[in-house]
C-alpha cells in the first residue's frame, strides 16, 4: 500500500473520530434566525446576558436579508421546525400569521407595554387585531442631505422638498468629477429594494399598484411620470452603475461623501452621524421626503420583528427571549452601553422621550413625525382592501416586485423605454395575479 | 537552440506579470481585511496603510470560526471518501467491462449534475425533513456527495481506461478474484489519479454553497454559510467581508497549493500512451 | 478495444460494482425528479398552501410562451461557449508559459491556479465590491485615472462581466488539467521537431496542440457540467439583470422557486433545464466521445 492509501485511511478514521466525539450541548436550546442587520449583530452581542438570566443557550443562524428570507419561507412553508425564533419584516407577519404558521404574541404580559409601540408599527405586523411578531425597530423614509455642498452652492433645503426642488438640487449639486453625484437613489432590482423606493414616488405622484379587484396599474399616467422621472434624474444626476446599489451600496456611498442627496430609509441616520463610520457625520441633514402630487406623507413604514414559528416546541421560552430583545430595558441597555445611536429606533414611543437619544439623534423627531404619518390605509389615494405602501401586502407581491424592479432596472441601465418596461411590468403582474381576487 | 544557463528574462516577466495579475484579486482582498472600514473603499486606493487586525476580531467574536471549519472539513472530507467508494467499482466495472448501456449510463450520470440544483431545492427539503437530515453532517454528505459522483466516476473511468488491459488479464492468469484484482492491481497503478480526484472533489465539496446554506442551520452550518453572513450587511462591510471570506479560503487554498503537486501528477490525462 | 478484454465467467460481477453508484444516481434523480414532475403539473405556491390544485400543461405552457425561458436559454448557451472559450484558450496559453523554464516558476504557478480555489460567491463578491464596482473599484480608479471616465460593468454589459468572473475562476481548472499533459509530452519528439527547424508556432500546431486535444476534452466536459448550472456568481454579481441581461435557465428557476416561491413554475423551469441539459450534453458526448474513441 503505498503513502497515499495509508493518507486515505488517516482521514477516514479522522472522520470517524469528529464525528464520534461530536456531541451537542444539554441544556435547553433556542435557534434564533435573524438579519445580519447591526441592529441584530448587537442583540446577538448582548444575548449572553439573557443566556445567564435564563439559562437558555442560544443557537445563532446570521444571514443577508434575500438569503434569510428564502431559508424561513421554506422552512416555515414546509412546517420543518427548525428554528424557535425568527425575524421577519411587516410583508411577512401578517401574511404569515393568516396562515397560522406564527405563535400570536398578545400575551408578553402587562409589563411589556403594548401601548408604547407605535400603532402603525403594531398594526402592521398583525393579522386581525393578533399580534404575530414583536418589533425590533421600525423604520420610515427621509431625504438625507450635505449640509456642507448646498451651503457652498448657496441652496437651501426646505423642511418639505418637491421632487421639482429635488430635481434642481441634483443638477446643481452634480459633480462627477470629484465622484460627488447628485442623488443616490435604489436601483438594485427586488421588491425590497428599487420597487421599495419606486413604490413610494408612484404614490406620490397619485398612482397606485392595483386597484380594488386587484387589477394591476402598471399602465396608468402616474406610473409612466413617475418612473419617467425616477430614470431620467438617476440616470442623469446619480452615481454610476447605480442599477446595483441596493440600500447598503447607496448608504456606503453616502457614509463615504459621494452624494448630495439621497431618499432612504430612516434607519441609516444614525450610522451616518458616527464618525467611525461615516466620513460625512457631521455634515449630514435631514428633511421630509419628497412630494409630489399627492401630499400625504412617505407612505413607507418598515419594521423587523421577531416572531415564534407555530411549530416550535420552546414557544415558552422563545416568549420570553423576544420579550427580554424587544423590551425598553434592552432599548435602554444598549443606549447606555455603546452610545446612544445605536439603539433600535423606531418600535417604541418611549424612545423618542429619552432625553439622551434625543440630544445624540438630532433626526429622532422627523423620524418619529414620518412614522406616525404612514398609514397602510392611506399609502395610496384612493382606498384598497390590502395593504399598500412601499410594498403590498398580498403573497404574489414578491414575485411581481422581482419581475417589476427587473424590468424597471433594464429601463435605468437604457436597454429599455420606460414605456416598453412598464408594458412588460403589466403584463407580468396580470399574469402572476391571474385568477386572483381579494378573497 | 537554448543555451544552458541563459536566464530568459522577458519570458519570467511576462509570466510573472500573468500570475500576478491571476492573484491580484486574492491580494486585494488580503490587503483590504487588515484596512478599516473606511479605508477599505478610500479612493485613491490606499496601498500603504496602518494594518489593523480589528475585523478579524469582529469577525471571530461574532461567529464560532472553529465549529464551521470543522464541519467544512467533515462534510468534503467525508463527501469525498463517499463518492470514492460508490465511484471506484462503478468506474472499474465501466472502464473494463463495458456495455452497449455504458456510454448511455455516463451520459446520464453527467447529466444528474446538469439539472440546476434550485430546481430540485423544495423536493430535497421535504425529504430531508422527512428522513431527519436537515442540519446534519450526514445529511450534507449525502447531498454534495451525490452532487460530485458524477465528476468523480467519469474522471476514475478516463484514468481507468488508460491502464493497459494486458495487465488485468495478467493478474486474471493467476487466479486473482475480481476484487483482489481491483484492489492490488488497479488501485495501486492508479493512485496518482484516484489521489489527483480525491482532491478535486474536497476543494467542490468545501466550496460548494448552496445545499449547505439551504439545509443546515446550526450544527452542521460550513464555512459558506460562515461567509454568507457576513455578505452585504448593512453600511459598509468591505473590510469584515474580505477577513470572513480570507478566513473561509484559506484552508482549502493552503490545502491546495500544498497538494497541487500530487494533482498535477495526477491530473495528466493522455500520459500514458 | 477494452470489451475483449472481459471473459465470460466474470463478466456478470460487474452488476454488483455499478449498482451501488447507479443506484444512489438513480434515487437522487428518480425521486426529486419524480416529486418534481408532480409539482410541474401542480398550481403549488409555497406561499398559498391548501390552494394546490392540478395544472396538467400550464405551468409548461406559461414558460414555454413566455420570451423569459428563451431569453434564459440563448444566455446559458451564450455563457458555456464563450467561459469554455475563454478558458481553454488562456488555459493552453498559460500552461504553455509555464511549461518553460524560468526563475520562480513554481511559485507562478502556485498563483495562477489560486483562484480556483475560492468559493464562487467569494470570488463574486471581490470582482462585484472591489474590482469592479464603479465607485469604489480599483477599474473604476484606474481608468479614471487615465482619463477614459468609469466603466458600467453590470450596467453595460452584464453578460461579459460575469464571463471575466466565471473565467478567471475556472482558467486554472484548465491549466490544472493541460500542465501535467503538456509535462508528458515525450522530449524526444520535441527536440526532433526543432532539430527539424520548426520554430515554436509548428511545434505548438503539430505536436502539443494534438497531444492536448484529449485533455482539452476533459476540461470541456467538467467545465460545463458547471457552467450549463452556473448561479452563485450570477446571484451574487448581477441578480439577473439588468432586466434579464445575464438570466440564465438556472436564475430564471431561482426566481420562480424563491423569488415567486412558486414551486409548480420552478418545477417546470427544472424540468426543461433537465431536456436542455441532455441534448447539450449528447451533442458534446458525439464530439468529445469521438475524440476519445480515435485516440485509443
Redesign the interface.
Known sequence: ??R??KA?GL??G??LL??ILYH?GRRPEL?V?TV???DM?LM??LSSEFEKQSGVKL?????????LR??LT?DIS?G?N??DVITIGSYEAPLWGERGWLVPLDDLGADYGYDDIFDVVRQGLSYRGRMYAAPFYGESAFTYYRKDLFRKAGLEMPVQPSYEQIRQFAQKLHDPEH?VYGICLRGEPGWGQNIAYISTLVHAFGGRWMDSDLKPQLNSRAWAEAVGFYVDLLSKYGPPGAITDG??EN??LF??GNCAMWVDATS?AG?LLDPS?S?VATTTDFAKAPIANVSNGPGWVWSWGLAIPASSKRADIAKQFIKWATSRQYIATVGERFGWLRIPPGSRKSTYEIPAYLQAAPFAPLVREAILSADYTKGSRSLVPFVEVQYVGIPEFQAIGAEVGQEISAALAGRATVQQALALSQAEAERSLKGRSVQ | ?RRIGQ???E??I???A???G??F??L??LL?SFKT??AA?A???ALFFHPTLENYHAVL???DYLAFA?NS??VS??ST?LAL???I??A???????TRRT?D?L?W???????????????????W?DLGL??T?FGLILIDS?SV???V???LF?FF?EVP?VI??AS?MDGAT?IEELVHVL??LC??G??AT?LLSI?LC??E??WS??LT???A?TL??F????????????AK??AA?TL??AP??I???MS?R????G?????VK | ???????KP??H??????A???G??FL??A???A??LW?SAEHYN?LRPGKTAFAGWENYRDLLTHRALWIAMGNTLFLVGLVLAITLIFGTL?SL??N??????N?????????????????A???K???MNP??G?FA?ITR?LGFGTIEFFSRMPMLSIVLIVG?EW??FAV??L???L??LNPEQIEAA?LDGGGPIALFRYIQLP??L??MA?VA??E??FF??L??EIY?ATGGGPGLASTN??YL??RD??LGFD?GR??A???I??IL??I???FL?RVV?RNLED??
Open positions: 500500500m503505498s497515499i492509501w486515505i482521514l477516514a479522522v472522520v469528529a464525528w451537542p435557534t434566525a445580519n442587520n447591526a449583530i446577538q452581542q443557537n445563532w443562524v446570521v444571514l443577508g436579508e434575500n438569503i428564502q431559508r421554506i414546509t420543518s427548525t428554528f465622484n440600500y447598503n448608504r456606503a457614509a463615504n441609516a450610522y463610520q466620513r | 537552440m536566464v530568459r528574462w519570458l519570467a511576462v509570466v510573472w500573468v500570475a500576478l491571476m492573484f484579486p486574492i486585494w482582498m483590504c472600514e473606511i473603499v479612493t485613491p486606493p467574536e461574532r461567529a470543522r472539513v467533515l472530507l467525508g471518501l467508494a460508490l465511484a467499482p462503478a472499474y466495472s465501466m472502464a473494463f467491462f463495458p456510454r449510463i451520459l450520470m453527467l447529466s444528474t449534475r446538469m439539472l440546476p440544483a434550485v430546481g430540485v431545492l423544495v423536493p430535497i427539503y421535504l425529504l425533513r436537515l442540519d453532517v451525490i459522483l458524477p465528476i466516476v467519469w474522471m478516463s481506461r488491459a488485468l488479464e486474471r475480481q488501485l495501486p493512485t496518482p484516484i489521489a480525491a476543494i468545501w466550496n454553497a448552496f446554506l439551504n442551520t446550526v450544527k452550518a459558506t454559510t461567509t454568507a453572513s457576513f455578505s452585504s450587511p448593512e453600511g459598509l462591510f468591505w467581508l474580505s471570506s473561509s479560503i482549502i487554498l490545502f491546495g497549493w497541487q500530487q494533482m498535477v501528477r491530473l495528466s490525462f493522455g500520459a | 478495444m477494452t470489451g475483449e478484454v472481459a471473459s466474470t463478466r460481477l460487474h452488476r454488483p460494482l455499478l451501488p453508484s447507479v444512489a444516481l437522487w434523480m425521486v426529486p425528479l416529486m418534481t409539482f409555497l498559460f508559459l509555464l518553460q523554464d524560468f526563475p520562480g516558476r511559485v507562478c504557478r502556485l498563483l495562477i491556479i489560486a483562484p480556483f480555489f475560492v468559493m464562487p460567491t467569494v470570488s463578491l471581490i470582482w465590491n472591489m474590482l465607485v469604489f480599483l480608479w485615472s478567471w482558467t486554472p490544472l488539467i500542465l501535467p499533459a509535462h508528458s526543432r497531444h492536448l484529449r485533455p476533459v466536459m467538467i460545463m457540467i450549463l448550472s448561479f452563485a451574487v435557465l438556472a428557476i431561482f422557486a424563491l414551486v420552478a418545477s423551469g427544472g424540468v433545464a433537465i441539459a441532455n447539450v450534453c449528447f458526448m466521445g485516440l485509443r
